[in-house]
Nanobody, 115 residues
Framework: QVQLVESGGGLVQAGGSLRLSCVVN????????MGWYRQAPGKERELVAT???????NYAHFVEGRFTIFRDGEKKTVYLQMNNVNPDDTAVYYC?????????WGQGTQVTVSP
């Protein structure tokens, strides 16, 4: 069973930076893609960024140029570097790992951005 554990969330001021980590219990290259989603209170869960097995990245328009997704195969970890955050980035951030049609989720980590 795939297990994903996120960490790195917390409280940060607008304009600041935060790095989220997602450790998986398998070789990250077993997955077609890994990524980050987020869900703010009262809103639907939305895609933030993905990285596929070949290393290609994809970003939601609202984080492009501010957030970076990258990985470390040896550490079995995918990261989300968040720069120049704003209060609209406040949400629970979830890590995902996808193999064909099967998608696994972590438990989420809270990110709160103060004005």
């Amino acid at each position: 069973q795939v297990q994903l554990v996120e960490s790195g969330g917390g409280l940060v001021q607008a304009g600041g930076s935060l790095r989220l980590s997602c450790v998986v219990n398998e070789n990250i290259f077993n997955f077609n893609s890994m990524g980050w989603y987020r869900q703010a209170p009262g809103k639907e869960r939305e895609l933030v960024a993905t990285i596929n097995v070949g290393g290609r990245t994809n970003y939601a328009h609202f984080v492009e140029g501010r957030f970076t997704i990258f990985r470390d195969g040896e550490k079995k970890t995918v990261y989300l570097q968040m720069n120049n955050v704003n209060p609209d980035d406040t949400a629970v951030y979830y890590c995902t790992a996808r193999i064909r049609s099967s998608c696994s989720w972590g438990q989420g980590t809270q990110v709160t951005v103060s004005p």
